[in-house]
């Protein structure tokens, strides 16, 4: 299972759309934060945070994250190594987790240079250390939660089809919809009460609680719910080559 994790970073690190993909999420941030006017600039806020971040990015990461994980079965099966992979002395699940692992590991790779943001505004604040480092610290285990979640959904799409494009697209759209399609559905107000609940199904809701700064145990099960539910719908699809 270690080897096969290894092997996806190794191949995404090896081309360069891997370097691309980490580079936009960067440089997408950076001039959001830092360079265009607006209410997503630091510098232009009364107060010192990182906020806008933790806004960006689930927007950011809705295309990028199906970008790396687009490949990962869809690739397999276009080369025709599926059957070999299957073969390895691995379940059909410990498949499923190396390939979740590599593709959340690129995703925290993405993550830990923003860390420069927070040194920065923690020095530029009016006073040195003037920024509330305990909720942002929870923002970036939300920002985390999220990152994995989009992988779970991202791999699941991956194994559906062998046409990568195909895989991105059915990843983005399936992000989309977890992280704003029940937030959407409960405005509508047809359920009759029950709108809390199906708010509650969103990505969008627990992600905002987390942002707060707050770890709740429902929202940390909640996003663990998620990866488990797409990662075993994974495994689904990969049997399904026996029946």
């Not at 209410?39 to 199906?66: E, H, Q």
């Not at 691995?90 to 995703?107: C, E, H, P, R, Y």
């Not at 942002?136 to 990568?164: D, H, K, M, P, R």
């Not at 990866?227 to 689904?236: D, E, H, S, V, Y």
Request: aromatic share 14%; charged share 10%; hydrophobic share 55%.
């Amino acid at each position: 299972m270690r080897a096969l994790m290894l092997k996806e970073i190794r191949s995404f690190l090896n081309s360069i759309t891997g370097y691309m993909v980490i580079v936009v999420y960067l440089l997408i941030n950076s001039l959001m934060l830092w360079l265009f006017p607006g209410v997503f600039n630091i510098l232009d806020g009364s107060y010192a945070s990182i906020d806008s971040l933790f806004l960006i990015s689930p927007w950011v990461f809705m295309f990028l994250i199906p970008a790396i994980t687009m490949r990962m079965f869809a690739d397999e099966k276009r080369a025709g190594t599926m059957e070999l992979l299957l073969t390895r002395p691995l379940t059909d699940m410990q498949i499923v987790w190396a390939k979740f692992s590599a593709g959340f590991i690129l995703v925290l790779f993405s993550i830990i240079p923003t860390l420069i943001y927070y040194i920065s505004v923690y020095q530029l604040g009016a006073q040195v250390g003037n920024i509330d480092s305990a909720g942002t610290f929870g923002s970036y285990i939300g920002l985390l939660f999220l990152g994995a979640s989009y992988v779970s959904i991202g791999v699941f799409a991956s194994s559906l089809t062998e046409n990568q494009i195909v895989a991105f697209l059915i990843s983005v759209m399936l992000c989309l919809f977890m992280y704003a399609g029940f937030e959407q559905m409960a405005s509508l107000g047809i359920f009759g009460g029950a709108e809390l609940f199906v708010l509650n199904l969103g990505i969008n809701e627990h992600y905002t609680s987390m942002s707060r700064g707050v770890i709740d145990s429902r929202d940390v099960l909640y996003f663990l719910s998620v990866i488990i539910i797409f990662a075993l719908a994974t495994r689904l699809v990969l049997q399904s080559r026996k029946w």
